[in-house]
């Protein structure tokens, strides 16, 4: 191998006509793979490959070059571990990285390391390995205390990294496939001693690019950053069966991280299609790390049993200074949702949303002080939530069943929501009464249909940060390389 550097219901939800017509019209601005051009000497071909990253690398080697096999049959997983062991080496002359070139590339389990690019052909698909053996089990994250599936461990992500910096996942629309359905059988049939693995989560890391990737199948969350920071998750698709549904499949959840831009990203989940978190109950408490300064915009969800952007329910190191704007949501269950309760502690502040469109919905909003799961019985009762300042403005919903439910806490309600120039056309078989509203306190202007008597209309403009983040001022390099390969 050479290589030179240069600088069912499911699918008829989503052969929907407006889904169609969006996939085909929908441009990605910031990730970028282009090929300069394929020769054939022979039975080789000779490809030049060009891509947007926020670092490129000295070092390239081929998952071939390791006894990488893209039969779908060989496990890869020695392959895997040999080859990013090797380019480990090269961390401070210059990094490495690892191509995955076309074939479908079975594996369990393996681990990145520090600046260090994972790049896969577009013809490439990874496929997770349904060998129990080939996940092992590692120890809860210390602010959830114990599993999100059972208590004690959890089987490791299909693709793992910690205490990692400037690290690169990414292709050219590539397929990473964890082949869950066996998982989800198992959990629904309560005979899985561990919590399911996520696809990819990168833990105690900086500098992090998951970009330009498919994502099918997981068995549980897809993307999970956690203790993280200068996250960038740009160009994904990210599609999970929802009849049956897929248990668990949320898209992308970034937990207790600083910095994180999410962008360009169409997602059909089973649960959340972004759900900020930030630990679970008195471990979360404990821990104290917020996620705080996230965008997020340019996101389009199909979720028809949970919400397009969910704060929480894992919330109680805190969530604040959250911006997400140009949002689509299609058939699903709620386009923003708060979930909190009694014993969470933690707030969730400063949040902004704007130029949302929802098509079919349960919800456009709603916010929950109720939501009654725990990681065990020793949380605080008097740990409450604090719910401060929200902001929606410059919205528009169609074929909406109810606008609004915003069910605070009793004592502890949810203050200094703000929504203006909000249009919600309600379905045939509407809520008769559009708007339920109990312990929120709030304004509205330009609000059609009529909000509840808790957010009396006032004229004003909800505000929206006219700043920027320093993670969307990041530059994105033009890396290059040529691959040989038959």
Not at 22 to 39: A, N, T
Not at 79 to 99: M, P, R, T, V
Not at 324 to 345: C, F, H, P, Q
Not at 374 to 382: E, G, R, T
Request: one cysteine or more; a neutral charge.
């Amino acid at each position: 191998m050479e290589f030179c550097r240069k600088n069912s219901k499911l699918q008829v939800l989503m052969l929907l006509l407006s889904v169609v017509l969006l996939i085909g019209l929908l441009s990605f601005e910031g990730v970028e793979c282009r090929k300069k051009g394929k020769k054939k000497k022979g039975n080789v071909l000779e490809e030049n490959i060009e891509y947007s990253a926020m670092s490129c690398r000295a070092h390239i080697a081929s998952l071939t070059d390791f006894g990488g096999v893209g039969d779908g049959i060989t496990s890869n997983t020695n392959a895997f571990k040999a080859a990013i062991e090797h380019l480990g080496q090269f961390s401070y002359d210059g990094g490495s990285q690892l191509f995955v070139p076309p074939g479908q590339w079975l594996t369990g389990s393996f681990n990145l390391t520090s600046h260090f690019t994972l790049f896969l052909h577009k013809d490439a698909v990874l496929l997770a390995s349904q060998e129990e053996s080939e996940w092992p089990v590692i120890a809860p994250l210390p602010s959830y205390g114990r599993g999100r599936d059972a208590a004690g461990g959890r089987y490791i992500s299909l693709i793992f990294g910690t205490n990692l910096t400037d690290v690169i996942v990414t292709g050219d629309n590539a397929t990473i496939d964890g082949q869950g359905a066996l998982w989800w059988q198992k959990f629904k049939k309560g005979k899985l001693k561990y919590t399911r693995p996520y696809l990819i989560e990168i833990m105690y890391s900086d500098q992090v690019q998951i970009s330009n990737l498919t994502f099918l199948n997981s068995p549980s969350w897809n993307v999970h950053p956690v203790y993280s920071s200068n996250v960038i998750i740009k160009g994904v698709t990210i599609l999970a069966p929802i009849v049956p549904i897929s248990p668990n499949t949320d898209g992308i959840n970034p937990d207790s991280c600083t910095n994180v831009l999410i962008e360009d990203c169409y997602i059909v989940s089973g649960d959340d299609c972004v759900a900020v978190k930030s630990g679970w109950d008195e471990y979360g408490i404990a821990f104290a790390m917020p996620t705080q300064h996230l965008v997020i915009r340019r996101l389009t969800c199909i979720s028809p049993d949970s919400a397009v952007i969910a704060l929480g329910s894992e919330m109680s190191g805190g969530i604040q200074d959250v911006r997400a704007e140009d949002i689509l949501a299609i058939n699903s269950e709620s386009g923003i949702r708060i979930k909190t309760a009694v014993g969470r502690g933690g707030y969730v502040k400063d949040i902004f949303v704007r130029r949302m469109t929802m098509k079919t919905m349960k919800w456009a909003f709603w916010m929950t002080g109720n939501y009654g799961s725990h990681a065990d019985n020793n949380y605080d009762p008097n740990a409450l939530p604090v719910i401060q300042g929200i902001s929606y403005t410059d919205m528009v919903a169609d074929n909406v069943t109810m606008a609004a439910r915003l069910e605070g806490i009793d004592g502890d309600p949810f203050t200094g929501i703000c929504i203006s120039n909000v249009t919600i056309g309600l379905a045939r078989k509407a809520k008769k009464v559009p708007w339920t509203c109990t312990n929120i306190s709030g304004i509205t202007t330009g609000v059609s249909p009529k909000p509840c008597d808790l957010l009396p209309e006032q004229v004003t403009t909800c505000s929206y940060p006219t700043d920027s983040l320093a993670i969307e001022n990041v530059e994105q390099k033009l890396c290059s390389f040529r691959v040989n390969y038959k």
